[in-house]
C-alpha cells in the first residue's frame, strides 16, 4: 500500500472560488464564448472522420456551425458550413462524405472541396458577380497526432504554441494510431467551467469515486505547472493495478510506444478550453465539452484502442468504457450540484486548498480573457 | 417540353440578404410584431366560421389575443378576448358559438354581441361605476371574398387601400364560395420572415421540389410588379397538368369563375404580412403564418375547394392536399436551415439573383418599416 | 336558506387592477422575490417533518435553497443549502434525516447540526484558514403551532410582529396536533399574486365553483381588517352541511378546541406571501405558493386531520381531499385565464367591485414594497 503526503506547497490565504455571477450570468457566457472559444484552437474530431478526400465532420460550438473537410489534395480544411448565398446551412448530418462537391439544397449553389464557389444559377444577369468573390467562410484547421482541432479566430494563435511542450511529451502515447471504438452523450446542466474543475483535481475522489480511488491513490498525483493554453499531470496505478477498469484489468498490451513509468501511469490533460485527455498505459479516453448556454454543456466521451488490440480475438472494451462511464456520471452528477448551489443566494465563495491549485490558475486564465472585456 | 429564358431585368451590383440580426434578435421580431403585424391587416379566418350570430373564431398574433365574432345585425366585428373586470380570456376555444351573451367565466360579467357591457354582478356599490365605460376593446375586422382579416391598429389603413388591385384581379375565383376541407399545421424553427422569402421565389424548386417543377417549371412565373402590402404573380402548369397534385390530374371541373388562360396558371400572393394564397384552376390552399418568437413560427395550411365538387360523389381532395403537405414540409425544411445558418457565425449577406427581386423588395418593406424605429 | 346583503362599504371611484406589467415583467417578478419573498416569513413546512435532531427538510423559494434542520438541542434552524467550499448543493432530497453530521459529496466538508463546519480535509496547508470562519450560512426559523417558518433576510423583522393577533385568533384549531395525510402538488401558469387574489374574494364563486356555493353561500363571508402580513376572514356553512366535501358530510368530530360558531364556518387565511390557510371545524387544508417566475407557480395542497380520528376505523378523508382538488384545479384554471389576459395586449386594468376590497389592498402591499426600487 502506497503513502503519500500533501507535499504541495500550501496555499496563501483569501483564495477562493470565482463570483457566482461567472457561472449564472449569460452576458459572462457570451463574453466567454467570444474571448476563449472563439480565440482559442478547439478540438473538433479525429482524423480518422476525415479519411478520404470529401469527408467531412460539422461541429456546433460558440454560435459557429463548422465543417471539417479532407481536400482533394489531402489537406484537411474547416470552413463555416453556411451557403454564402442565402446562409443555408450546407450539411445537417454530423459526418458524412460528399459526392465530389458541396451542393447547397436550397438554390445548388455549389463549392469545391477547397470552399470555392464553383456554381451559381442564374446569377449572370447580377451587375459585377463573380464567383472567385463569394468562397465558403474559412475556419483555421490542424492536424496533432490523429487529432483535428480548428480556431475560429481570424487571426489564430500558431498551433505549435496553443500545444507548447505537450507534442513531445505526449509522443510516446502515437494517438494518431487509436481507432474509437466507443462514444457516449452526455448533457449536463453545468457551466462548462465546473467540468474542466472536476477534472483538475482529485481530492473528491475518495469521496465520490470509491472505484478509481482503489485503483489509483487520489493523493499519487502529480500536477505539470500550470500553462496558458492547458493543465495536466499523472497519477499512479495502484500495485496490481494493470489499468482503469471495473475490475483494474487490461487484457491487453501496452500501447506499443511506452516505456515505465508511463506503462503504470494515467496521464490528465485539460487542452483549454474544450479537450479532457486521458492516456492510459493500453487506451486513450477524450472527453470533449460543448458549452450550451451559461448552465448546460453537451459533454461526449469516446473510447480509443490500439487496432491491433482491436482486431485481436476477444477484444473486450467494456470493462473500461463501463469504468469512465461510471466515474463521468458521479462527475456530472457533482457539476450539476455545484451549478445549483452556485447559481442559488446562499452561495459565497470559499477557499480552495492546496491541493486545488490548478482550479485557482484555471480561474484567472477565465478572468485574464474575460474580465473587463 | 417548354422554354423559357430568364427575361427579368438584371439586378444591380451590391444587392444582399438582410444581416443576421433581422432573424436573431428578439428586439427586431417586437419592432416587427409592433410596426409591421399591429399595424397591417392580418388574416384572421374564413367567413364561413362566423355564419351565424354569435359564431366566433380566435387568433392569437402580435401579443394580442382577439375574437371575430358576427353580431345579431350580421355584422363581422373583432374585440380583445379580455375581460374588462379583471383581464380574465372570455373564450378558451378556437372557435365555436357564444348562447346569446359573452360571460366571462371569472366573475360573469356579460357583454352582448356588438361587445357592450350589459351585466356587472355587484358593481352598484363602486361610486361612477357604468356599463357604458367598459365594453369589450375593439379590433377592426372586415370581410373580402370569404376572408376575415382583422387590425390591431387604433386607426387602421384602410383595408381597399391594403387591398389595391387585387380585389378585382382575384374576383374571378369568387373565393368566398370555397369550403375548407383540411387543415395541416405546423411549427417551423424559422423566423416569419424566412417564409415569405421562401415563398417569393421558384429559383429553388428544381432543386427542392422536383415534383412541382415536373408539373409547373420553375422558369414560367411572372411577378406582378411589388406593392405595398402584396407580392405575387403566376405560373404556368405543364402540358397535360390540369392541376397541381400528386399526379397532375384534377378530377373537378374548373372554378366556375375563372376564364383562359386563370385555368392554367397558379396564382401566388402573399398578402403581408401573414397570409400566402395559392388560386389553382380547382382550388384554394391559404397559408397563414403566425409568428411566436424571432426564430419560431406556427404555420396553418388549409384547402378549400367548390362546394357543387364537395358534394359530387368520389370527390377526392387528397392528391391535391398530399402534393402541397409534401412541398410544404421540403420548404419548412430549408426555411429551418436557413434560420440555423443566418444565426450561425459564419453569416455574412450574400448577394440576390435578378430572379429573387421580390425578396429584396420584401427586405425594403421590413427595413422602411422597423429601422429605426 | 339564508339571505345575505352587500353590506360593505361602497368602494371609491377610479379603484382599478394593476398594470399588467406586474405580471409579465420578469424584472417586477425580481423585485417581489427580493423585496417580498426575501423580506417577509415563508411558510416552510411543518414541525412534524423535523421530529428528532438530524431530520431535515428542503425548499427552494426566491432563488435560495434552504435546509431546515432539527438540531441536537432540539431547535428547528434553517441554513443556506450550499457548500461553504465549492457551492455543492447538500442535500438533493427534499426530505429525510442526516446520518449525525451534515457531510458535502463533492469533498467531504462536514458540518454539525448547529452549521459548524467541523471536518474540512488538506486544508491544513492554506494559511490562516480556520473552520469557525465558514459555517453554513443561516436562515432564521422559527415554529408556529406546527408550522415552521423561515426568513431570508439579514434581519428579519420578529416573527411575532408577522404574525401578529393571529396567534391567539387560531389558538383554538390547535393545529399543532394535526398531521398530513395528502399532498397534491399542482405546476400553474400564473403569476402568484393572481392566487393569492383568486383566494381573497368569494364573487367569483356561484360562477366558478357551484358545489362549493352549494355549502357555503358565497356572501356569507365576512373579512377581518387587511393586516400587513395577513388578509382573511370566515365563510359560514349552510345548514346541514357539516364540512366542505363532496356532499357535505365529515363523518369526524369537531376539532377538540373548536367552539361555536367556528365549528359552523371555514375560516380562510392568507399569510402572505406564500401560506393560504383554510380551517374547517374538521381538518385543515394548507395551500402553499412557490413562485418560479414571472407567469409559473408551482402550489401545493396539503390536507392535515386530527390523529384520533385518522386513527378511528372507517377514517375516509377522500370526500374532502376530492372536493378541494376540484375547487382548487377550477380556481387555477381562472388563474392561468387571468395570466393570459392581462398579458395580451388588449388588457386594460379594469374596476373592482366593493367585495374586492382585500385585492385592493393587496395591490398596495405589492405596490409598497416594490414600486421604485
Known sequence: MSTYA???PPLASGITTLPASYY???AQYEREMRHIHSEMWLWAGREQQVAKPG????QTVAGANVIVLRGEDGVVRGFHNVCRHRGTLLCNEAEGSFPGKIRCPYHAWTYDYAGRLVGAPHMDKVEGFREQDHPLGAVAAEVWDGHVFVNLSARPIPFEQHLGELRERLRPWRMEELVRVERRVYPVRANWKLIVQNYSECLHCPVAHPLLHEQSHYMSGENDPPQPTWMGGRMELREGVETLSLDGRSGRTCLPGLRSPQTRE???YALLPNLLLNLHPDYMLTIT???RGVGHTDIVADWHFHPDEIARPGFDPKSSIEFWDLTN???WELSERAQSGITSRGYRPGPYSNREELLHAFDRFVQERTDGR
Open 55 to 58: 469527408d467531412f465532420l460539422v
Open 289 to 291: 465539452l460543448w458549452p
Open 266 to 268: 494515467v496521464h490528465y
Open 24 to 26: 449564472s450570468d449569460p
Open 6 to 8: 500533501n507535499s504541495r
Open 329 to 331: 456520471r458521479q462527475d
